[in-house]
T-cell receptor, first 115, second 112 residues
Framework: NAGVTQTPKFQVLKTGQSMTLQCAQDMNHEYMSWYRQDPGMGLRLIHYSVGAGITDQGEVPNGYNVSRSTTEDFPLRLLSAAPSQTSVYFC??????????????FGEGSRLTVL | KNQVEQSPQSLIILEGKNCTLQ??????????LRWYKQDTGRGPVSLTI???SENTKSNGRYTATLDADTKQSSLHITASQLSDSASYICVVSAGSNYQLIWGAGTKLIIKP
């Protein structure tokens, strides 16, 4: 089992370019989410999904778009990249939605630099 | 405002020594408290999850404590190993799995 797979691992963009970060999971988890991690700060939730066809905004959704057409995939789109979006992005899944103690499983991260 | 504060920011100890990391939170409503380990360049990995009624939970050499009255938690690492070098992140759930408040982490370095 691969678990949670993120691609690409590294990406450099110019301001204004668009791109998609891919996230795929093989654990059949209902919940998928995207976080960003910046130096000196805690992880911040961008968007999340509780199942195919259902998405919702997290704490910092501006400038990002998501869709969930299948259980396995949850891509994150940057519409027009800005230097403030330079960060490390993590995709995370959770299987036990009903229990508040559901464990999060993270991908390896995608490091994005916007020039 | 919901907040999770961790101390110290960074810590260096010798291999084989014990250490304790602190977490203070002001989160309401409180559902559970989690500790994660994040190796450099990797995603966080769950160590423990504690609910309101649990005041101690162990995972091998890691022992987490929770005092819900004072809103404090600690993570104690016993007989540290070089592989314990990582960031340790305290996370508090504010009522649901979607409302996780993340601390900035404590960076732990174990020296031989």
């Amino acid at each position: 089992n691969a678990g949670v797979t993120q691609t690409p691992k590294f990406q450099v963009l110019k301001t204004g370019q668009s791109m998609t970060l891919q996230c795929a999971q093989d654990m059949n988890h209902e919940y998928m989410s995207w976080y960003r991690q910046d130096p000196g700060m805690g992880l911040r939730l961008i968007h999340y999904s509780v199942g195919a066809g259902i998405t919702d905004q997290g704490e910092v959704p501006n400038g990002y778009n998501v869709s969930r057409s299948t259980t396995e995939d949850f891509p994150l789109r940057l519409l027009s990249a800005a230097p403030s979006q330079t960060s490390v992005y993590f995709c995370a899944t959770m299987g036990e939605l009903a229990a508040n103690t559901g464990e999060l499983f993270f991908g390896e991260g995608s490091r994005l630099t916007v020039l | 405002k919901n907040q999770v504060e961790q101390s110290p920011q960074s810590l260096i100890i010798l291999e084989g020594k014990n250490c304790t990391l602190q977490c203070n939170y002001t989160v309401s409503p409180f559902s559970n408290l989690r500790w994660y380990k994040q190796d450099t360049g990797r995603g966080p990995v769950s160590l423990t999850i504690m609910t309101f009624s649990e005041n101690t939970k162990s995972n091998g050499r890691y022992t987490a404590t929770l005092d819900a009255d004072t809103k404090q938690s600690s993570l104690h690492i016993t007989a540290s190993q070089l592989s314990d070098s990582a960031s340790y992140i305290c996370v508090v759930s504010a009522g649901s799995n979607y409302q996780l408040i993340w601390g900035a982490g404590t960076k732990l370095i174990i020296k031989p």
